[in-house]
Structure formats: structure tokens, C-alpha cells
């Protein structure tokens, strides 16, 4: 069992619609999540985003959405090694976070990021901004591995090699 797994955390995934068709139906079914953990200081103070991931999330599974600190520190007390949890972030700038706060992040699913003006196609569902680009370099200088995989049955890309082909 790897150390993310001890902690709870069954996988991570890069997904700026957060929870939607794919993940409230495929990913969670697939990884037989228990919990969906939202990570994101700029979520945690939108009242709206917040009631329209409550009502998103598919029946029999907790939700949090929790800034990348307050999620470092339940998820480093092991307060969710007894839970399947499914980890969302809406870009790479709350993984970086999390990493400097200890968290031992292993592997994370790049699925999508929508165009967006300064942003490089990598992939069908998947654009860049210069600033995602240096945040993914720093994730992967401190041994996370990144993958790109749409939905469950797709077979996972090496998500920097994608980057550095475009």
C-alpha cells in the first residue's frame, strides 16, 4: 500500500469542473470512493460553488472542501486513513501547496483544463498557462508522478512527456 493510501487518499485528479458527469459517476463508482475532498482556498469562501458541489455529489459520499492548508492538516493526522477519498483540485497551484505542506503526493491525474487566453493545447480536454506549466515541473521535480486520463477505461499517458511534445 503506498503512503497516500495509508492516509486515505485513494487518487488524486486535476479537474477544473470539479465534480460533474465523468467524475460523480465513473471516477467515484470506479474507485468505490467514499469521500469527495475539494481543495481550494478560493472555493471554501464561494457560498454558491459551495451548495452547487453539496448537491453534485453523488448519494452515499461525504464531501469536503477544505483550502489546501486545512486539507494537509486533516490528511497528515490520518483523518481519513479509514476512508476511500477522491481528491479534486481545479489547477496544480493546490497540489504545489500541498506538497509544501508535507503532503507525500504520489501520482495525479491530469483530466481537464479548458482553454484559456496564454494556454497550450496538451491534450484533447487539456490546456496550460505558463503558470500550471511551473507548477507541474515543481510537482514532478518533487517525485510526483503525473498522468493524463480522461475517464477510467482510458489508458493513462505519461502527462510530461505530453507537455514537452508540445
Excluded at 115 to 129: D, F, I, L, M
Aim: charge should be positive; hydrophobic fraction near 40%; avoid cysteine.
Amino acid at each position: 500500500m503506498s503512503k497516500m493510501q495509508d492516509l486515505g487518499i485513494i487518487n488524486i485528479r486535476v479537474d477544473e469542473r470539479l465534480i460533474h458527469g465523468q467524475v460523480a459517476t465513473m471516477w467515484t463508482n470506479s474507485l468505490r470512493a467514499s469521500r469527495i475532498m475539494i481543495v481550494g482556498d478560493d472555493i471554501v469562501h464561494d457560498d454558491i460553488q459551495k451548495m452547487a458541489l453539496k448537491t453534485a455529489v453523488p448519494a452515499g459520499v461525504r464531501l469536503s472542501i477544505l483550502t489546501a492548508e486545512g486539507a494537509a492538516k486533516r490528511i497528515l493526522s490520518s483523518k481519513y486513513s479509514d476512508q476511500r477519498v477522491f481528491m479534486i483540485v481545479q489547477t496544480p497551484k493546490y497540489l504545489k501547496m500541498l506538497v509544501e505542506n508535507g503532503v507525500p503526493l504520489e501520482t495525479v491525474n491530469v483530466g481537464n483544463m479548458s482553454t484559456k487566453e496564454g494556454s497550450k493545447q496538451v491534450k484533447k480536454s487539456v490546456a496550460v498557462t505558463p503558470e500550471n506549466i511551473e507548477d507541474f515541473n515543481y510537482l514532478n521535480e518533487h517525485g510526483v508522478s503525473l498522468i493524463a486520463q480522461m475517464v477510467p477505461s482510458e489508458n493513462p499517458q505519461k502527462f510530461m512527456k505530453l507537455l514537452e511534445e508540445k
